[in-house]
């Protein structure tokens, strides 16, 4: 079949136009495996996201279980250690050996046949004669006053001096916030005229110090329902030992 001129020029078009669809091809193929990989890339990054949400909650959980294990080991580690290195000394002089925990027991014999000899009549005289000379001492008789009165909190037998006598609720530091605050003690101011009963007021501080002691009325003390035991719980915890409830109480 003889080929006329139209299809001579006809043939460089169709050729071009398969370069071109060829091409298309080739740069839809491209996009395809881009998108592919982005969408790869997209997928990775989700799951390793996944997986690092899930081992970080997981890791605190862990923190938070061990961290209170942690420090009542390490506390009672050093209770133990302080206490047998009282006697352990001794113990190695006497019959050169050495048993761990042997120390600790004997300290607290010790300390156990203080507390009945210091209940009984005789040793309460001899206290009461030690602390007299105690007392004549300068600088001595500031430091054990001071000492005493935080043991009289944690003497079960003194029930008359205990440092918490009640747990309460104040407006502090301004109008419309309150703190938990602790009674520790009532007093009476006299100003000429009249006489206005105080009481003396702790309330726990995050500061360097221990916290801050008011003198308050009566009215502006509200009473609760909270032991003393149940406010140092709420100190303790950051506040996240308080019911969901208080319920204020009528004077005593």
Sequence with gaps: MPVTPTDVEAQPSSRLLGAEEEKDKKAGEIE?????????????QAL???????????FAVGC?????????????????TFFDNFFSPIYYKLFDFHVFGLGFITSMAFIFLIGVFFSSWLGSALLGIGEWIIKRLPLVKHIYSAS???????????????AFQECVII????????AIAFITGRTVLQTGTQDTKLNTVYVPT????VGDIFLLEDKEITHTNLSVREGLEIIVSCGMAIPPNLIAMPRP
């Design 48 to 58: 390793t996201s996944i997986v690092h949400s899930w081992a970080s909650r997981k």
């Design 64 to 80: 938070a279980i061990l961290f209170p294990v942690a420090v009542t080991v390490y506390v009672t580690w050093w209770f133990l």
């Design 148 to 162: 005493k009165q935080v043991s009289a909190a944690i003497n079960p037998e003194n029930e008359a001096s205990k």
């Design 32 to 44: 395809r495996r881009q998108s592919g990989a982005m969408r790869q890339r997209s997928g990775q």
């Design 206 to 209: 995050n500061h360097v110090y």
């Design 171 to 178: 407006r502090h530091p301004r109008k419309g916030e309150y």
